[in-house]
């Protein structure tokens, strides 16, 4: 009974697991598509001889790097901040608060 329940929650948890590497990735080609578009977009508002490094060009390009480089590191190294099991240590110490209000 008890080996059934453990490979459960390891099938959870893996599930989980891939729908936050694909939600990533869709994040990715998002991003990338999008940035191709303001790119193109840029370019064809250029006046003749206009540079297309300004800074403007790249500001969408960088935040939201900075927001797809966050999702990365939250998805592929969760471990990095929080450190290794620290999500099913705080469920079974929230579980135990819980436990001890109903006592």
Do not use: C
Request: proline share 1%.
């Amino acid at each position: 009974m008890e080996s059934n329940y453990i490979e459960k929650d390891r099938y959870e948890r893996a599930t989980k697991r891939v729908k936050r590497i694909k939600s990533f990735y869709t994040h990715a080609v998002v991003y990338v598509v999008i940035n191709i578009m303001i790119v193109i977009i840029n370019i064809q508002n250029m006046d003749a001889g206009e540079s297309y490094f300004q800074w403007q060009n790249f500001t969408t390009l960088f935040f939201w790097g900075i927001g797809l480089l966050a999702h990365a590191l939250s998805v592929f190294t969760p471990n990095f901040f929080l450190g290794k099991d620290w999500e099913e240590r705080k469920i079974k110490e929230l579980m135990e608060k819980d436990k001890k209000s109903w006592k």
